[in-house]
Every structure is written in C-alpha cells, then in structure tokens.
C-alpha cells in the first residue's frame, strides 16, 4: 500500500525559504520518477517540480530558479528547497509520482504572506 507522508510547511514572509520533505513507503522508490504538487483552492492540483528516477530534475517556469527538487533513495524521500517564496506560491504541498500512485497524502501547507 502507498504511503505518502510530507512535512515541512509553515508560514513564511515573502522572500523567505522553506524545505518541504516526504518519505514514500509502499513501493520500489528508487524505480520511480517523483513530483511535487501543489493545491491551491478552487484550481487543479499542479504539478511543480518533477525529478527522474536517475535525478534529473525539471520545473515549471514559475518556480525554476527559486525551488530545487532532490532525492535520497536511501531513505526513501524526495524534497523540495523552496526559496525567494512569493505569495503565488502558497499552496498545499503533496508529492507523489508524475501522476497518482494510488493514493495521496495529507499534503503540506506552504503559506507565503506578511
């Protein structure tokens, strides 16, 4: 069973720096290609960063240059290094694969504001 468990959100001023981590339980991890996505009320869940199984990362434009995705096979875990946050950024967080792996976590809430 897939078990999605993500921390490491909060409030924070614009400009400021977030690490959001999540620890993936349930399947062949290392096999996988990951993602983060994120939840903002009344629109889709959008995906916002994305990293191979190999490591290669890809981002949407709004983030590139500010965030950085990673993984640690090891410890069954991907991450996101959220800097420069801006209020558009504010959102619930969730990873998971590219699309669902069958279920999603409880997410992380990332708010942005002064």
């Known amino acids: 069973q897939v078990q999605l468990v993500e921390s490491g959100g909060g409030l924070v001023q614009p400009g400021g720096s977030l690490r959001l981590s999540c620890v993936a339980t349930?399947?062949?991890?290392?096999?996988?290609?990951m993602a983060w996505h994120r939840q903002v009320p009344g629109k889709q869940r959008e995906l916002v960063a994305r990293?191979?199984?190999?490591?290669?990362?890809n981002y949407v434009d709004s983030v590139a240059g500010r965030f950085t995705i990673s993984r640690e096979n090891a410890k069954n875990s991907i991450y996101l290094q959220m800097n420069s946050l801006k209020p558009e950024d504010t959102g619930v967080y969730y990873c998971n694969g590219i699309t669902s792996l069958g279920s999603w976590g409880q997410g992380t809430q990332v708010t942005v504001s002064s």
């Open positions: 990293i191979s199984s190999g490591g290669t990362p």
């Open positions: 349930g399947f062949i991890f290392e096999s996988y290609h």
